[in-house]
């Protein structure tokens, strides 16, 4: 995606420049085009390069502040990679004059400019103060364009730093600003931008394709054919990713026949073809993708917008990878390293040295070759890092969000059930004051009274039957939400489960490696339990014996202990764990289990884990783990031992209200007992 960049000139517009007028004509044409038509110029941006040496000319001659103001924001915009010191100085001088005039719109465009030039300087912070007053002007100017176009510029930042849910955000925000100014433009152009937000994002293409849709309905309505062009490049390219070859290539078909119907060369048809080379790249074309990217290289070098090159020219160096052209990969990798470098863009920077490891190690480098894809790896786990924390926070969210949901939906069901239990009773009191009625009148008209019970009773038990069948349907649409929430949160603890498996595989420190895995292993068994609770068809309670086989199983492949055997008994043979203990019970199981098979087994001998559950009026629950293993060592002291797995053991037992000891003799064997109400026997429901 371009997005961060892809309006040039937002203030020059159409009058950018797209041939060569004698030079006292173009300076007077610029002149013009600048104080009469610029509403109409800031509307329609268009992707030409300015003639720089022309402005300037123009801004030598010009007698009118405003009209030198006006100037300065374009040239500043133009310059705002190739010399940044001047483009400061230029929207400084803007925020000067403006500001006498209280000119709102060139305000706008100034502060527009100073954000900008913080991003490029990373400074996110200072970045954002300029966009916000640029936006508070643009408001202040009825300047809906500017308004969308600078938050469209933030949510390109966001994009920037791999944020992609600021950056949707931010773009979606955009849209709502151009629909409420009716701006058409700005419209198709976010419309096109969160297309490829969501498929940057990984979302299928049934989530982009109807922003694509409404964008091709404004460009083709405007007849703006190179800009349709883009969009069904963009298409394309979902569609590459997506699978669908076919449909790929049908896409960037129409994505040729649209911009070739002008013979214009600039940045949409750089884009384009940097699209469409991107496609041909993915589905394993590599020639014509060859031939599309470097044909989008030499227009972007051309036009001299040094960081719309990066993206063309990671394409070209993977393309060369794959195509063992070792000395061209090499090439286009080293020039991506030095631009990537420069901008301080660490997505583009990781791609290169991945490009220049492949390299090296295909052309007989072994050492240079693990240089870099030591540096491809620090960059890489850099861009990992900074997205874990935000992904496992939102994962935690919104599993609270949809527990709080359901507590009030469960809530708002409760006082529905009490007031329909309310208004029975009512209506049972009405039903006897009418029946008291009717005895009285029976002594006199005992026939007709006999009709209308029976009528009364007939319209009664109708009533009755639709007021079940109403309850059962509550009942039933709490009992799918329920194993929705349970399914969500198995879900949500999968994806923990995984970041903290993939984070130990990047670790080198066996103790780190070990606590990662250690807490893998246990938000994998409450992840087991919400899976029981959803598959199981009693929402309320997981059957034990069939919990405890799935963990053991599961803990047995962790430590490959192949030759160790499970024999679990139940007495009475069914027992069920409620939704209230399975966490703690479950939590207690893992780390017994995990402790036998790691230090029980240890020299790889077979043997037998033995796990008995017993009910008992008087005494609750008891749950007995032996192994016929090593045992504990002398002296060993559970009580005392500073070991992470026995302090869950002991907070969780009290937690559950029970206690438990360790023995040991002829192996080492665990007893937990605690009361009965956490527990039952097979339910009656």
């Not at 001299?304 to 090439?331: F, M």
């Not at 008209?445 to 007939?458: E, Q």
Request: overall charge positive; proline content about 2%; some cysteine.
């Amino acid at each position: 995606m371009r997005i961060a960049s892809v309006f040039i000139h937002p203030i020059s517009g159409s009058f950018s420049g797209g041939y060569r007028l004698p030079i006292r004509a173009g300076v007077c044409f610029v002149l013009l085009a600048v104080l009469f038509f610029y509403p109409l110029a800031a509307v329609k941006a268009q992707y030409q390069p300015v003639d720089i040496p022309a402005l300037k000319r123009s801004i030598a001659l010009a007698k009118m502040d405003t009209a030198k103001s006006r100037l300065y924001g374009i040239l500043g915009w133009e310059l705002r990679f190739a010399d940044r010191k001047e483009a400061e100085k230029l929207a400084d001088e803007m925020i000067r004059i403006a500001s006498r005039g209280k000119d709102h719109r060139l305000l706008a465009q100034a502060y527009k400019i100073k954000g900008f030039l913080r991003v490029l300087e990373q400074k996110i912070e200072e970045c954002l103060a300029m966009y916000k007053l640029s936006m508070e002007q643009a408001k202040l100017a009825n300047d809906g364009y500017t308004l969308a176009h600078v938050t469209g510029l933030i949510a390109g930042m966001y994009q920037d730093k791999g944020d992609f849910d600021r950056m949707i955000q931010y773009f979606l925000e955009g849209l709502q600003i151009a629909e409420r100014y009716q701006v058409d433009e700005m419209i198709a152009f976010l419309s096109n931008c969160i297309g490829e937000a969501y498929s940057d994002a990984g979302r299928p293409i049934s989530v982009s394709l109807p922003y694509y849709k409404r964008a091709l309905e404004i460009e083709n309505r405007i007849q703006n054919w190179q800009y349709v062009g883009m969009i069904w490049s963009n298409i394309a390219k979902d569609n590459m990713l997506s699978g669908n070859k076919r449909e790929a290539e049908k896409a960037a078909e129409q994505a040729i026949s649209y911009i070739n119907r002008k013979a214009d060369r600039a940045y949409v048809y750089a884009t384009v073809t940097t699209d469409i080379g991107e496609m041909y790249l993915g589905i394993g074309k590599y020639r014509e993708a060859e031939g599309y990217l470097l044909k989008s290289l030499h227009i972007l070098d051309s036009l001299g917008t040094k960081d719309n090159v990066l993206i063309p020219l990671g394409a070209l160096s993977k393309l060369y990878e794959k195509t063992n052209e070792a000395g061209k990969a090499n090439v286009y990798a080293r020039r991506l390293l030095a631009l990537s470098t420069a901008y301080k863009s660490k997505r583009y920077q990781r791609d290169s040295y991945e490009v220049l490891s492949s390299v090296a190690k295909k052309t007989g480098f072994p050492e240079l070759a693990l240089k870099y894809y030591e540096l491809y790896k620090l960059f890489n786990d850099s861009l990992f890092n900074e997205t874990r924390e935000k992904t496992i926070a939102e994962a935690e969210n919104r599993v609270k969000l949809i527990q709080k949901e359901l507590e009030v939906k469960y809530e708002a069901e409760k006082k529905a059930k009490e007031n329909e239990a309310l208004k029975l009773s009512n209506l049972g009191l009405q039903n006897r004051t009418i029946a008291a009625i009717i005895i009285a009148f029976l002594l006199l008209v005992l026939g007709v009274v006999l009709v209308m019970a029976n009528r009364a009773k007939t319209r009664k038990n109708r009533q009755l039957e639709m007021q079940k069948k109403i309850i059962e349907q509550q009942s039933a649409e709490k009992d799918t939400l329920i194993r929705e929430i349970n399914h969500r949160v198995k879900n949500n603890l999968q994806v923990i489960s995984s970041l903290l498996n993939l984070q130990a595989y990047s670790l080198t420190d066996p103790e780190a490696i070990d606590a990662l895995r250690d807490s893998h292993k246990r938000v994998k068994a409450i992840s087991l339990i919400h899976q029981k609770l959803y598959g199981f068809e009693t929402i309320a309670a997981i059957p034990l014996e069939e919990y405890i086989s799935s963990l053991f199983t599961d803990l047995k492949t962790v430590y490959a202990a192949t030759d160790v055997e499970l024999v679990c008994v139940t007495q009475p043979r069914e027992l069920y764990l409620d939704i209230e203990s399975a966490v703690p019970v479950g939590l207690i199981l893992n780390e017994v289990i995990t402790n036998a098979l790691k230090y029980a087994f240890s020299n790889g001998q077979p043997g037998i884990l033995s796990i008995q559950v017993s009910d008992d009026i008087e005494k609750g629950y008891t749950i007995i783990i032996h192994d016929n293993g090593v045992g504990l060592p002398a002296g060993f002291d559970t009580v005392q031992s500073g070991s992470l797995g026995f302090r869950i053991i002991k907070e969780l037992t009290r937690q559950l209200r029970g206690q438990y000891q360790y023995t040991s003799g002829s192996g080492t064997t665990f007893t937990l007992q605690f009361p009965n109400s956490n527990l039952r026997s097979k339910m009656s429901s």
